[in-house]
């Protein structure tokens, strides 16, 4: 005998059927909160579980990006299995073609016959609307949103070095501690370092490369950052490998570099996605001018991918994540960073590397969800989980990109004074 489904759960069913007529879900399945699977029960990789009747109108009716993350966050649906294969749902939103109004008009009736959702807050999210965009105080405030959360909470998921950006795997089967010691010597590879040399780490994190171009290159490096958490644990972290002196660590924007700092060689990774569009030219000519003449300044930076992909309604990234956070081109960058004086000589693309570095941290992560919950709330939690998993699905579908761009400064007569060939990167 078939049992009759919640009236609830019946005007559900026909609003999901509805909204991905044109887009049938293959990856991932709903279930409402009384145990109805949709669109069938066989089992997927995620399942999206609906907490309450007004689940669906709590997901869909901001009709944004933002709004389906904040129903996530606010516990409206959880997401069991493998997170990044429910990101199968937002690229059927973004295929999405309604043909005609009447179309439309159908599936926007039935979403608001659906149960009212629950009125609550959906977590920390950026105070933006004070400040100009990319002023120093306001970029002050937008980093240290992203990485003041909690030194413990990163240090639960990042590998020991507690690096912060894409590793580098010279096998799929290594281990992230394995992978990111590799990124950290083909940065220093790549910028060619020599014992003694002076150099500059923009944007340095908790000190992952400063330490080891200090320590494994014999490099003197200066690293800055808006975050005093991290300043005060990269400080301490070089003083436990008996790098003082070496490996240095300021609180400083680097538009407030004394202007008679030059340094043989500069790096900057992750950091250039915080600078914004209309900045890159000064921070290419900031960059320029602390830069010695042959020298060489590697940025490495997240960037639109070949099939960018077109984001409905108001961004959850620019509200929990990354506030002001921009990724434009690689063209637009290597304009700006010609612009200044700077000479393209290579550029790598790692976006596979980073889908792979991300899915380690989403399984690191929820692995220490209990854990985590000592340092931050679950809502926070949820932020990253759902943002790693989204940034990893991004990177693996070549809608991001990862770059590296080795840039440099030519002499005055134009020895840019490198090596003909890229070989002893790799030997």
Not at 60 to 75: I, N, V
Not at 213 to 241: M, N, Y
Request: hydrophobic residues 40%; contains cysteine.
């Amino acid at each position: 005998m078939t049992t009759a489904r919640l009236p609830d759960v019946e005007a559900g069913i026909r609003f999901l059927d509805d909204l991905f007529a044109d887009a049938p879900l293959e990856r991932v399945s709903l279930r409402f909160w009384e145990g109805t699977a949709w669109p069938d029960e066989r089992p997927r990789p995620a399942t999206i579980v609906l907490r309450h009747p007004g689940a669906l109108r709590a997901m869909f009716a901001p009709q944004s990006e933002r709004g389906l993350a904040e129903a996530y966050l606010r516990d409206d649906f959880d997401i069991v299995g493998d997170i990044e294969a429910a990101f199968e749902v937002a690229d059927a939103l973004d295929a999405r073609h309604t043909p005609n109004w009447r179309a439309a008009l159908t599936s926007l009736l039935r979403l608001h016959r659906l149960p009212a959702p629950r009125g609550r807050d959906g977590g920390r999210a950026f105070a933006g609307d004070d400040g100009r965009r990319h002023s120093v105080d306001r970029d002050r405030r937008a980093v240290t949103f992203h990485y003041d959360v909690s030194n413990e909470f990163f240090g639960l998921w990042l590998d020991r070095r507690l690096v912060y950006s894409c590793a580098y795997f010279e096998a799929p089967e290594d281990d992230l501690d394995t992978a990111q010691a590799a990124k950290l010597d083909l940065l220093c590879r790549k910028l060619r370092l020599q014992p003694g040399q002076r150099v500059l780490d923009i944007g340095c994190g908790w000190g992952g490369f400063a330490i080891h171009a200090a320590g494994e290159w014999g490099a003197t490096v200066t690293g800055i950052t808006l975050s005093r958490p991290q300043a005060d644990l990269a400080a301490a972290r070089a003083r436990e490998a008996g790098l003082d002196g070496r490996a240095v660590f300021e609180v400083r924007d680097y538009r407030s570099l004394p202007e008679s700092d030059t340094y043989d060689a500069i790096v900057s990774v992750g950091m250039s996605e915080h600078v914004g569009a209309e900045r890159l030219a000064d921070y290419f000519r900031t960059a320029s001018r602390h830069l010695k003449p042959g020298g060489v300044f590697l940025n490495h930076a997240i960037g639109e991918g070949a099939s960018p992909r077109h984001r409905f309604g108001a961004s959850f990234v620019d509200a929990y994540v990354f506030p002001d956070g921009e990724i434009p081109p690689v063209p637009a960058v290597l304009r700006a960073a010609e612009a200044a004086g700077l000479e393209v000589r290579d550029v790598e693309n790692l976006r596979d590397h980073y889908a792979i570095t991300l899915r380690h941290w989403v399984r690191r992560l929820e692995a220490s969800h209990e854990a985590a919950l000592a340092f931050v709330d679950e809502s926070t939690y949820r932020v990253w989980r759902l943002y790693m998993a989204g940034s990893a699905h991004g990177f693996a579908r070549g809608r991001l990109a990862v770059y590296q761009a080795l840039l440099s400064k030519p002499e005055a007569g134009g020895d840019a004074r490198l090596p003909l060939t890229r070989r002893d990167w790799y030997e």
